[in-house]
T-cell receptor, first 112, second 113 residues
Framework: GENVEQHPSTLSVQEGDSAVIKCTYS??????FPWYKQELGKGPQLIID?????GEKKDQRIAVTLNKTAKHFSLHITETQPEDSAVYFC???????????FGKGTRLSVIA | DTAVSQTPKYLVTQMGNDKSIKCEQN?????MYWYKQDSKKFLKIMFS???????INETVPNRFSPKSPDKAHLNLHINSLELGDSAVYFC????????????FGPGTRLTVL
């Protein structure tokens, strides 16, 4: 089955700096890669996603890149703000009724 | 508000008891899920239902039994609770138009003493 590795497990950055979180996946047939943000005491919320026919996607300060050959994808957050502090999860998905497989999460702390 | 809601938000109980967690979504979604998040924040799927029919059942002890009375509800019943069942349980749903995009509920923190 699919396996998703996520690094780093914790990340501290100064406000205004960029943050990068990286994930690798094992099943080359996976074709959908979402990123979720989980704030304290809340459920994960989708922040951006990318499909395998696209190499990069950007939404304001966040962007995701996908390298299908290397089977890795990354989340980039620019101009970080204290409210970006949360746990971020990557995930990978095959089509159909297969489950979404999550990475183990990255706890991002943005220091003001 | 349109959302995925869960009750209760916190559940503290003794080992051996039976408890239920309820989930409702008013988003008109066809597929609903239960996830377990352990103390290390690892999210793992437990079950998935599509229009009241079970479609994913990961290796979960049979003490856990999901029940879907209609496509807007997916409840989780747990028998003979064990210490290792302590976790946060999340319900989620996906629309048929975008079956990859999951909308999560706020979670239920279960503590078994």
């Amino acid at each position: 089955g699919e396996n998703v590795e996520q690094h780093p497990s914790t990340l501290s950055v100064q406000e205004g700096d960029s943050a990068v979180i990286k994930c690798t996946y094992s099943d080359s047939a996976s074709n959908y890669f979402p990123w979720y943000k989980q704030e304290l005491g809340k459920g994960p919320q989708l922040i951006i996603d990318i499909r395998s026919n696209v190499g990069e996607k950007k939404d304001q300060r966040i962007a995701v890149t996908l390298n299908k050959t290397a089977k890795h994808f990354s989340l980039h957050i620019t101009e970080t703000q204290p409210e970006d502090s949360a746990v971020y999860f990557c995930a990978a998905h095959l089509s159909g009724n297969t489950p979404l497989v999550f990475g183990k999460g990255t706890r991002l702390s943005v220091i003001a | 508000d349109t959302a995925v809601s869960q009750t209760p938000k916190y559940l503290v109980t003794q080992m051996g008891n039976d408890k239920s967690i309820k989930c409702e979504q008013n988003l008109g979604h066809d597929t609903m899920y239960w996830y377990k998040q352990d103390s290390k924040k690892f999210l793992k799927i437990m079950f998935s239902y599509n229009n009241k029919e079970l479609i994913i059942n990961e290796t979960v002890p049979n003490r856990f039994s999901p029940k879907s009375p209609d496509k807007a509800h997916l409840n989780l019943h747990i028998n003979s609770l064990e210490l290792g069942d302590s976790a946060v349980y999340f319900c989620a749903s996906t629309p048929i138009t975008s079956p990859d995009t999951q909308y999560f509920g706020p979670g239920t923190r279960l503590t078994v003493l």
